[in-house]
């Protein structure tokens, strides 16, 4: 009885979960003469600069945006770890928060904030600080700040569940020994944690490459990510052979980072107990 | 061990919650605002509630917020349902063939850029129609089945770290008892992991709720969810009513937490004692 339950979830499983391994194949299936125009969109990908600019572009924020998230997140994740455990449940309830509402309601929440006659330039204005609104919205920093600001949780709950782990006597030692504050957390906390930063900066890297909602909205016309060369191809252009081609360009790209993150995860559980 | 900490940490603290903090603040402040230009404060009319009534007058968005209702629904039971069999093979059953490819499948779904699945779910949906003739078009079923791809990811990741530290002696002494495995399935392990069932429940609920991008490439005319409706309507400028419903969204996650945790945190207090 148990197997044919396993056996079941195994077919429910290989149904619902392998979709996004084979894209392509269904393309084809749908089309006889497919795989030479298939090869054809590649190339298309390939010479037209638009689609190398922008999987270049998308890697770069996607980068970018893990690094600042790591900054700001980290030490949040360590300053809720090292809290009382008391506050630390209601700490680390303030972060899940923003997540478990709607991301895009949080996204439009910033453009009420950087508009021109938004929040943040009317406080300024009314300072005395700037005399001209700035032009906050619809520029890369708005992307970034977008990016940040909705994927901040997803480094900061993997990191807490690393950092929460760690023996804080280690520290004390090496002060004891002599060692100051920042340089027992260079030695000691950040190679401990590490599997943390890893599995944190994956979950913001990986979707961000492909983020489509955020440059959308915060990012202007300028802002080519490849997430939404895919939407515009597949919605605009109804191109879907080539946004087909993008997509599996992208998988092929984030496939390595996935399984790095697999990896990662699994050595975390398997040395965290 | 201590819980001391830096001024540094907390001012880390307080800027990282800040930030996650004030654009959810400053919606919640403006949907009071009389004013037609959002992020302008009309200080002779406001507070009011004008946007409240006529957002419960807009039949587009309530037309729409009925679609994501159901979909959400559907889909949170259906993965709950789903995932709890997935996880429950995979804490289980660790000498299987393809446990690994299993796994695998599970989680990559939690890490895919949304266009990749939407658009390879989408095709799917079209090669199928075209094989079998089901689905017929795209509309709430094809939606509801791709939300199931990925919240079913979800569930089966809570309800498997929950299961890692089940402990498997109740079980077997039910079993020695004479109780049968599906007996024992629903009369033991069911009630036990039952806390991680509902929070994979209330999350497959959220992340249906409030997707845009898999939505959008696998719904139909006609099927236009919460999302999609706010995200045209947020593309063509700021609406005072999209504030109103941020700070309804948000009103009641934060209520269905607190209400959950308070709960959970019963339940804890009453197996400890």
């Known amino acids: 009885m148990p197997f044919a339950i396993v056996l079941k979830i195994s077919f429910s499983d290989v149904d619902l979960a392998i979709p996004p391994y084979k894209p392509l194949l269904e393309w084809v299936g749908k089309n006889s003469l497919a795989i030479k125009v298939n090869f054809n969109n590649y190339a298309f990908l390939f010479t037209d600069s638009l689609y190398l600019h922008a999987f270049a572009n998308s890697l770069k924020v996607a980068f970018l945006s893990t690094l600042m998230c790591l900054i700001l997140g980290y030490p949040m994740a360590y300053g809720i770890a090292r809290a009382r455990p008391s506050l630390r449940n209601v700490l680390l309830l303030l972060v899940i928060l923003p997540f478990w509402t709607s991301l895009l309601l949080r996204v439009y929440a910033w453009i009420g904030l950087l508009k021109a006659n938004g929040v943040i330039n009317n406080v300024l204005m009314s300072l005395g600080v700037i005399h001209e609104p700035l032009t906050m919205l619809y520029t890369p920093f708005a992307m970034y700040v977008g990016i940040v600001y909705s994927y901040l949780p997803f480094l900061i709950l993997p990191l807490y569940a690393n950092l929460e782990k760690m023996d804080w006597q280690l520290l004390e030692a090496a002060e004891d020994l002599g060692c100051r504050p920042w340089q027992a957390f260079y030695k000691i906390t950040l190679p401990l944690s590490r599997n943390g930063i890893l599995a944190g900066s994956m979950l913001v890297f990986i979707p961000a490459v492909g983020e489509f909602v955020i440059p959308a909205l915060l990012g202007g016309p300028n802002a080519l990510m490849i997430g939404r060369v895919l939407w515009d191809e597949f919605f605009a252009n109804r191109a879907w052979p080539v946004a087909s081609a993008v997509a599996i360009l992208l998988l092929i790209l984030l496939v390595p980072f996935m399984m790095w993150y697999q990896s990662v995860q699994a050595r975390e559980t398997a040395g965290g107990r | ?273």
């Open chain 2, 1 to 273: 061990m201590n819980y001391r900490s830096s001024y540094f940490i907390l001012t880390c603290i307080g800027i990282g919650f800040a930030f996650l903090y004030i654009p959810i603040l400053s919606m919640v402040v403006f949907s009071f605002n009389a004013s037609k230009l959002v992020t302008v404060w009309d200080s002779a009319h406001s507070p009011t509630l004008k946007w409240y009534y006529s957002l419960l007058n807009n039949e587009e968005i309530l037309d729409a917020a009925w679609i994501s209702l159901k979909v959400a629904v559907i889909n949170a039971s259906g993965s709950v349902i789903l995932g709890t069999l997935a996880g429950f093979g995979l804490a289980r059953f660790s000498q299987f063939r393809g446990r690994f490819t299993l796994n695998a499948m599970t989680t990559a779904p939690l890490v895919m850029p949304e266009v990749i699945t939407g658009l390879s779910l989408l095709l799917l949906f079209v090669a199928l129609e075209q094989l079998i003739g089901w689905p017929a078009g795209r509309g709430i079923t094809t939606m509801t089945i791709a939300h199931m791809t990925f919240s079913m990811a979800y569930v089966t990741v809570i309800v498997n770290s929950r299961l890692a530290t089940f402990d498997t002696a109740l079980e077997e002494a039910a079993m020695d008892l004479g109780a049968r495995p599906v007996k024992v399935f629903f009369v033991i392990t069911l009630p036990i992991i039952f806390p991680a069932i509902l929070s994979g429940w209330l999350l497959a609920f959220t992340l249906s709720w409030d997707d845009l991008v898999i939505s959008s490439f696998t719904s139909g005319p006609g099927s236009s969810t919460l999302p999609m409706v706010v995200f045209s309507k947020v593309r063509l400028g700021v609406s005072p009513e999209i504030n109103v419903l941020a700070t309804i969204t948000l009103g009641v996650v934060t209520a269905m937490i607190i209400g959950v945790s308070l709960w959970m945190a019963r339940r804890a207090r009453l197996e400890a004692a």
